[in-house]
Protein backbone atom coordinates (compact mmCIF):
# COMPACT_ATOMS: atom_id res chain seq x y z
CA UNK A 1 0.00 0.00 0.00
CA UNK A 2 2.75 2.46 0.90
CA UNK A 3 6.41 1.80 1.22
CA UNK A 4 7.63 5.53 2.75
CA UNK A 5 6.85 7.23 5.66
CA UNK A 6 5.59 10.06 3.24
CA UNK A 7 3.17 8.17 1.59
CA UNK A 8 1.75 6.67 4.83
CA UNK A 9 1.00 9.94 6.30
CA UNK A 10 0.06 10.97 2.64
CA UNK A 11 -2.75 8.35 2.87
CA UNK A 12 -3.64 8.88 6.19
CA UNK A 13 -4.52 12.54 5.70
CA UNK A 14 -6.36 11.61 2.22
CA UNK A 15 -8.53 9.43 4.30
CA UNK A 16 -9.25 11.09 7.22
CA UNK A 17 -10.06 14.50 4.94
CA UNK A 18 -12.52 12.30 3.04
CA UNK A 19 -10.76 12.92 0.21
CA UNK A 20 -10.14 9.94 -1.33
CA UNK A 21 -7.76 10.79 -4.72
CA UNK A 22 -7.46 6.53 -5.06
CA UNK A 23 -3.97 6.81 -6.10
CA UNK A 24 -3.14 4.85 -2.42
CA UNK A 25 -5.65 1.95 -1.47
CA UNK A 26 -5.06 -1.01 0.65
CA UNK A 27 -4.47 -4.15 -1.34
CA UNK A 28 -3.65 -6.90 1.51
CA UNK A 29 -6.41 -7.88 3.87
CA UNK A 30 -4.56 -6.98 6.70
CA UNK A 31 -3.98 -3.10 5.35
CA UNK A 32 -8.01 -3.48 4.64
CA UNK A 33 -8.74 -4.31 7.89
CA UNK A 34 -6.49 -1.29 9.18
CA UNK A 35 -8.50 1.02 7.14
CA UNK A 36 -11.30 -0.09 8.07
CA UNK A 37 -11.23 -0.12 11.86
CA UNK A 38 -8.54 2.28 12.38
CA UNK A 39 -7.85 4.96 9.55
CA UNK A 40 -11.19 5.71 8.51
CA UNK A 41 -12.65 5.96 12.06
CA UNK A 42 -10.39 7.75 13.86
CA UNK A 43 -8.52 9.55 11.15
CA UNK A 44 -12.15 11.30 10.52
CA UNK A 45 -12.80 11.85 14.26
CA UNK A 46 -9.21 13.26 14.46
CA UNK A 47 -9.38 15.43 11.60
CA UNK A 48 -13.54 16.51 12.28
CA UNK A 49 -11.80 17.53 16.28
CA UNK A 50 -9.20 19.57 14.50
CA UNK A 51 -11.39 21.78 12.27
CA UNK A 52 -14.06 21.83 15.37
CA UNK A 53 -11.15 23.38 17.82
CA UNK A 54 -10.25 25.66 15.09
CA UNK A 55 -13.05 26.51 14.76
CA UNK A 56 -14.26 27.59 18.43
CA UNK A 57 -11.01 29.40 18.82
CA UNK A 58 -11.57 31.60 15.51
CA UNK A 59 -15.34 31.83 16.81
CA UNK A 60 -14.20 32.99 20.63
CA UNK A 61 -11.51 35.25 18.34
CA UNK A 62 -14.14 37.09 16.30
CA UNK A 63 -16.81 37.67 19.34
CA UNK A 64 -14.06 39.02 22.07
CA UNK A 65 -12.89 41.60 18.80
CA UNK A 66 -16.69 42.56 18.27
CA UNK A 67 -17.36 43.14 22.12
CA UNK A 68 -14.32 45.32 22.53
CA UNK A 69 -12.26 43.16 24.54
CA UNK A 70 -9.48 42.20 22.66
CA UNK A 71 -5.67 43.76 23.40
CA UNK A 72 -4.36 45.92 20.90
CA UNK A 73 -0.98 47.50 22.98
CA UNK A 74 1.37 45.61 20.70
CA UNK A 75 0.38 47.77 17.64
CA UNK A 76 2.64 50.87 16.76
CA UNK A 77 2.20 53.66 14.87
CA UNK A 78 -1.74 53.26 14.41
CA UNK A 79 -4.56 55.88 14.74
CA UNK A 80 -6.90 55.84 18.00
CA UNK A 81 -9.50 57.98 18.06
CA UNK A 82 -12.02 57.98 21.56
CA UNK A 83 -15.33 58.55 21.93
CA UNK A 84 -18.18 57.10 19.89
CA UNK A 85 -20.65 59.75 18.40
CA UNK A 86 -22.58 58.20 15.71
CA UNK A 87 -22.69 59.65 12.79
CA UNK A 88 -19.67 62.31 13.68
CA UNK A 89 -17.40 59.50 14.62
CA UNK A 90 -18.34 57.66 11.58
CA UNK A 91 -17.35 61.03 9.50
CA UNK A 92 -14.15 61.15 11.68
CA UNK A 93 -13.27 57.39 10.62
CA UNK A 94 -14.75 58.08 6.83
CA UNK A 95 -12.22 60.89 6.68
CA UNK A 96 -9.03 59.04 7.74
CA UNK A 97 -9.72 56.03 6.16
CA UNK A 98 -9.97 58.36 2.49
CA UNK A 99 -6.11 59.61 3.54
CA UNK A 100 -3.61 57.47 2.04
CA UNK A 101 -0.69 58.41 3.58
CA UNK A 102 -1.81 57.60 7.03
CA UNK A 103 -1.77 54.06 8.39
CA UNK A 104 -4.42 51.28 8.07
CA UNK A 105 -5.06 50.26 11.57
CA UNK A 106 -7.50 52.72 13.35
CA UNK A 107 -8.58 51.94 16.92
CA UNK A 108 -11.99 52.97 18.58
CA UNK A 109 -11.95 53.02 21.68
CA UNK A 110 -15.20 53.44 23.69
CA UNK A 111 -17.27 53.10 27.31
CA UNK A 112 -21.02 52.91 25.82
CA UNK A 113 -22.65 49.24 25.61
CA UNK A 114 -22.10 48.58 21.70
CA UNK A 115 -20.39 46.23 19.44
CA UNK A 116 -17.57 46.80 16.59
CA UNK A 117 -19.80 49.62 14.31
CA UNK A 118 -16.91 48.40 11.29
CA UNK A 119 -15.75 45.30 12.28
CA UNK A 120 -14.45 44.99 8.33
CA UNK A 121 -11.40 47.97 8.64
CA UNK A 122 -11.71 48.83 12.51
CA UNK A 123 -10.19 47.50 15.74
CA UNK A 124 -12.36 48.54 18.73
CA UNK A 125 -11.98 48.35 22.55
CA UNK A 126 -14.50 48.61 25.20
CA UNK A 127 -14.37 49.41 28.58
CA UNK A 128 -16.09 50.98 31.84
CA UNK A 129 -14.15 54.31 32.12
CA UNK A 130 -11.64 55.96 30.06
CA UNK A 131 -9.88 56.83 33.81
CA UNK A 132 -8.92 53.73 33.60
CA UNK A 133 -5.45 53.22 32.49
CA UNK A 134 -5.85 49.89 31.68
CA UNK A 135 -8.13 50.28 29.00
CA UNK A 136 -6.78 52.87 27.22
CA UNK A 137 -3.03 50.63 27.30
CA UNK A 138 -5.50 47.89 25.63
CA UNK A 139 -6.25 50.21 22.73
CA UNK A 140 -2.30 50.77 22.40
CA UNK A 141 -1.96 54.68 23.61
CA UNK A 142 1.79 54.86 24.28
CA UNK A 143 2.52 54.21 20.98
CA UNK A 144 -0.31 54.99 18.87
CA UNK A 145 1.31 57.69 16.34
CA UNK A 146 -2.12 60.14 16.48
CA UNK A 147 -4.86 60.26 18.85
CA UNK A 148 -8.11 62.25 18.61
CA UNK A 149 -10.63 62.80 21.11
CA UNK A 150 -14.13 63.90 20.20
CA UNK A 151 -17.27 64.27 22.77
CA UNK A 152 -19.95 66.86 22.84
CA UNK A 153 -18.97 67.65 26.41
CA UNK A 154 -16.13 69.82 27.38
CA UNK A 155 -15.87 68.47 30.64
CA UNK A 156 -15.44 64.66 29.30
CA UNK A 157 -12.71 65.97 26.64
CA UNK A 158 -10.92 67.21 29.23
CA UNK A 159 -10.79 64.25 31.79
CA UNK A 160 -10.09 61.64 28.40
CA UNK A 161 -7.10 64.32 27.36
CA UNK A 162 -5.71 64.46 30.75
CA UNK A 163 -5.76 60.29 31.20
CA UNK A 164 -4.58 59.89 27.67
CA UNK A 165 -1.78 62.32 27.57
CA UNK A 166 -0.26 61.03 30.66
CA UNK A 167 0.00 57.42 28.84
CA UNK A 168 0.57 58.23 25.54
CA UNK A 169 4.00 57.81 24.09
CA UNK A 170 6.55 60.47 23.38
CA UNK A 171 6.04 61.19 19.57
CA UNK A 172 2.55 60.69 19.46
CA UNK A 173 -0.19 63.67 18.50
CA UNK A 174 -2.87 64.47 20.44
CA UNK A 175 -5.61 66.13 19.18
CA UNK A 176 -8.85 66.97 21.24
CA UNK A 177 -12.55 68.74 19.61
CA UNK A 178 -13.86 71.83 22.01
CA UNK A 179 -16.85 74.15 21.66
CA UNK A 180 -15.52 76.36 24.23
CA UNK A 181 -12.70 78.21 23.68
CA UNK A 182 -11.26 78.72 27.49
CA UNK A 183 -11.22 74.80 27.33
CA UNK A 184 -9.46 74.18 24.32
CA UNK A 185 -6.75 77.40 26.08
CA UNK A 186 -6.56 75.39 29.78
CA UNK A 187 -5.68 71.89 27.83
CA UNK A 188 -3.12 73.80 25.62
CA UNK A 189 -1.78 75.43 29.29
CA UNK A 190 -2.15 72.26 31.09
CA UNK A 191 -1.03 69.52 28.37
CA UNK A 192 2.33 71.25 26.25
CA UNK A 193 2.03 69.89 22.69
CA UNK A 194 -1.92 68.96 22.25
CA UNK A 195 -3.88 70.56 19.67
CA UNK A 196 -7.13 71.52 20.09
CA UNK A 197 -9.40 72.35 17.37
CA UNK A 198 -12.93 74.16 17.87
CA UNK A 199 -16.02 74.39 15.45
CA UNK A 200 -16.11 77.60 12.85
CA UNK A 201 -19.12 77.74 11.61
CA UNK A 202 -19.91 81.09 12.58
CA UNK A 203 -17.12 82.28 11.36
CA UNK A 204 -17.17 80.83 8.30
CA UNK A 205 -20.48 82.02 7.59
CA UNK A 206 -19.75 85.55 8.37
CA UNK A 207 -16.40 85.38 6.07
CA UNK A 208 -18.50 84.11 3.45
CA UNK A 209 -21.08 86.95 3.77
CA UNK A 210 -18.18 89.27 2.65
CA UNK A 211 -16.07 87.50 0.89
CA UNK A 212 -18.41 85.05 -1.24
CA UNK A 213 -16.43 81.50 -1.92
CA UNK A 214 -14.98 81.52 1.21
CA UNK A 215 -16.72 78.41 2.74
CA UNK A 216 -15.91 76.81 -0.59
CA UNK A 217 -12.37 77.44 -0.08
CA UNK A 218 -11.88 76.16 3.53
CA UNK A 219 -13.93 73.32 2.35
CA UNK A 220 -11.46 72.45 -0.61
CA UNK A 221 -8.67 72.54 1.54
CA UNK A 222 -9.84 70.51 4.64
CA UNK A 223 -11.50 67.67 1.67
CA UNK A 224 -8.74 64.49 1.66
CA UNK A 225 -10.99 63.09 -1.22
CA UNK A 226 -10.48 65.40 -3.72
CA UNK A 227 -7.93 67.98 -4.86
CA UNK A 228 -5.41 69.53 -3.13
CA UNK A 229 -5.57 69.77 0.79
CA UNK A 230 -2.93 70.60 3.95
CA UNK A 231 -0.28 69.25 4.63
CA UNK A 232 2.91 69.76 7.28
CA UNK A 233 6.58 68.99 7.64
CA UNK A 234 9.20 69.70 9.82
CA UNK A 235 12.13 71.32 8.41
CA UNK A 236 15.86 69.57 9.62
CA UNK A 237 19.02 71.93 8.73
CA UNK A 238 18.02 74.08 6.19
CA UNK A 239 20.74 75.32 4.24
CA UNK A 240 22.19 78.75 5.71
CA UNK A 241 20.91 82.12 4.01
CA UNK A 242 17.44 80.04 2.64
CA UNK A 243 14.29 82.30 3.14
CA UNK A 244 10.60 81.37 2.91
CA UNK A 245 10.31 83.04 -0.16
CA UNK A 246 12.81 81.05 -1.80
CA UNK A 247 11.16 77.79 -0.63
CA UNK A 248 7.65 79.70 -1.76
CA UNK A 249 8.78 79.85 -5.37
CA UNK A 250 10.89 77.13 -5.54
CA UNK A 251 8.16 74.45 -4.06
CA UNK A 252 5.61 75.84 -6.75
CA UNK A 253 8.16 75.88 -9.76
CA UNK A 254 9.07 72.08 -9.17
CA UNK A 255 5.81 70.70 -7.25
CA UNK A 256 3.12 72.58 -7.91
CA UNK A 257 3.32 73.05 -3.96
CA UNK A 258 1.60 75.94 -2.16
CA UNK A 259 3.48 76.93 1.08
CA UNK A 260 1.05 78.78 2.94
CA UNK A 261 2.90 79.34 6.16
CA UNK A 262 5.49 78.76 9.05
CA UNK A 263 5.68 77.94 12.74
CA UNK A 264 8.16 77.75 15.65
CA UNK A 265 7.72 78.72 19.13
CA UNK A 266 6.69 82.24 18.81
CA UNK A 267 4.16 81.61 16.25
CA UNK A 268 2.60 78.57 18.46
CA UNK A 269 1.78 81.60 21.10
CA UNK A 270 0.78 84.58 18.64
CA UNK A 271 -0.97 82.46 15.98
CA UNK A 272 0.89 84.41 13.20
CA UNK A 273 2.17 81.42 11.29
CA UNK A 274 0.44 82.31 7.42
CA UNK A 275 1.96 84.32 4.88
CA UNK A 276 5.37 85.26 6.12
CA UNK A 277 7.18 87.88 4.76
CA UNK A 278 9.66 86.73 1.91
CA UNK A 279 12.74 87.53 3.70
CA UNK A 280 11.61 85.54 6.71
CA UNK A 281 14.71 83.03 7.22
CA UNK A 282 14.09 79.24 6.97
CA UNK A 283 15.72 77.51 11.04
CA UNK A 284 15.73 74.31 12.26
CA UNK A 285 12.81 73.07 13.76
CA UNK A 286 10.19 74.93 11.35
CA UNK A 287 7.14 73.87 10.81
CA UNK A 288 5.92 74.48 6.73
CA UNK A 289 1.90 74.10 5.94
CA UNK A 290 1.94 73.96 3.01
CA UNK A 291 -1.16 72.93 -0.16
CA UNK A 292 -0.58 70.13 -2.76
CA UNK A 293 -2.36 67.40 -4.32
CA UNK A 294 -0.03 64.48 -2.09
CA UNK A 295 2.70 64.89 0.92
CA UNK A 296 5.67 65.55 -0.21
CA UNK A 297 8.16 62.29 0.77
CA UNK A 298 11.18 63.49 2.97
CA UNK A 299 13.51 63.14 0.05
CA UNK A 300 11.55 65.87 -2.05
CA UNK A 301 11.34 68.17 0.55
CA UNK A 302 15.25 68.15 1.05
CA UNK A 303 15.82 68.48 -2.58
CA UNK A 304 13.43 71.82 -2.40
CA UNK A 305 15.51 72.83 0.79
CA UNK A 306 18.73 72.55 -1.12
CA UNK A 307 17.07 74.17 -3.94
CA UNK A 308 16.09 77.06 -2.03
CA UNK A 309 18.55 79.36 -1.48
Known amino acids: MADSLTDWLYFYVVVASTVGFGDFSPETAF ?6 LYLIPGGISLFAALIGKATVTLSIFWRLQMQGKGDFSHLSGHTLVIGWHGETTERILDILKADKSLPDEIVLCVTKEMSNPRPADLKFIKGESFSNAELLKRAGVKSASRIIIYDTSDDRVATVALSAYSLKGENAHLVAHCANPDTAAMLRRTLPGIECTQALALEMLVRSASDAGISRVVNELLAVDRGATQYQTTLSHPPSG ?11 NVCNVTVLGLADDSTKVSGNMLNPTNDRPLKDGDIVYYMANTRLSQQQMEELLNDAR
Open 31 to 36: GKWIAT
Open 242 to 252: ATFGDLFVQAK
